[in-house]
């Protein structure tokens, strides 16, 4: 079994501060990695994803890949109060040509006004 | 934009009844998803097909089953439903190794 960990959090941080996502997996092999957003009784929304070591930029989010550590995070800046959602990583199986994805549990985040 | 409806947002069924839940995408994705998420378990794999007729068990197949007869609909059944199976449903959709999407989720409670 592939694991994705990640820290349940709540992580909390006010408006207009950087909020540090993290998440490490277990399978040195994979190859993909997403990062899915889900407000409270909705359904998860990809933010990002990244193949590559480094970073990849999108606005005011940032995801970070080191495969070396086999840990990827997602960095949202000047954070704002709509951004309070779980965020949940996914690390495609490399086996899989189907694109099997592996969830973490996902991170409680609140950015209060 | 990819769209991926799920037939009902909340269910409410008796033990025992037999459930269908229903998903369509309009995108010609290959690949289909069936999850199911609770509290502090996160998501959970049930069941994913590749092309019609063709599926996979996923991590938690048992006490269901699926159906894909046509490419756009995925179907999960209950085949007796029990009160462990209340749970938010999420249907997924991609193609071939690339993101998946998902539809709005069914919240079904089994009473």
């Known amino acids: 079994q592939k694991e994705v960990e990640q820290n349940s959090g709540p992580l909390s941080v006010p408006e207009g501060a950087i909020a540090s996502l993290n998440c490490t997996y277990s399978?040195?092999?994979?190859?993909?990695f997403f990062w899915y957003r889900q407000y409270s009784g909705k359904s998860p929304e990809l933010i990002m994803f990244i193949y590559s070591n480094g970073d990849k930029e999108d606005g005011r989010f940032t995801a970070q890949l080191n495969k070396a550590s086999q840990y990827v995070s997602l960095l949202i800046r000047d954070s704002q109060p709509s951004d309070s959602a779980t965020y949940l990583c996914a690390v495609r199986d490399r086996g899989s040509t189907l694109g099997r994805l592996y969830f973490g549990r996902g991170t409680q985040l609140t950015v209060w006004p | 934009d990819v769209k991926v409806t799920q037939s009902s947002r909340y269910l409410v069924k008796r033990t025992g009844e037999k459930v269908f839940l229903e998903c369509v995408q309009d995108?010609?994705?290959?690949?289909m998803f069936w999850y199911r998420q609770d509290p502090g378990l996160g998501l959970r794999l049930i069941y994913f097909?590749?092309?019609?007729?063709?599926?996979e068990k996923g991590d938690i197949p048992e006490g269901y089953s699926v159906s894909r007869e046509k490419k756009e609909r995925f179907s999960l059944i209950l085949e007796s439903a029990s009160t462990n199976q209340t749970s938010m449903y999420l249907c997924?959709?991609?193609?071939?190794?690339?993101?998946?999407?998902f539809g709005p989720g069914t919240r079904l409670l089994v009473l």
């Open positions: 097909s590749y092309d019609v007729k063709m599926k």
């Open positions: 995108m010609d994705h290959e690949n």
């Open positions: 997924a959709s991609s193609r071939p190794q690339e993101t998946q999407y």
């Open positions: 399978d040195r092999g994979s190859q993909s």
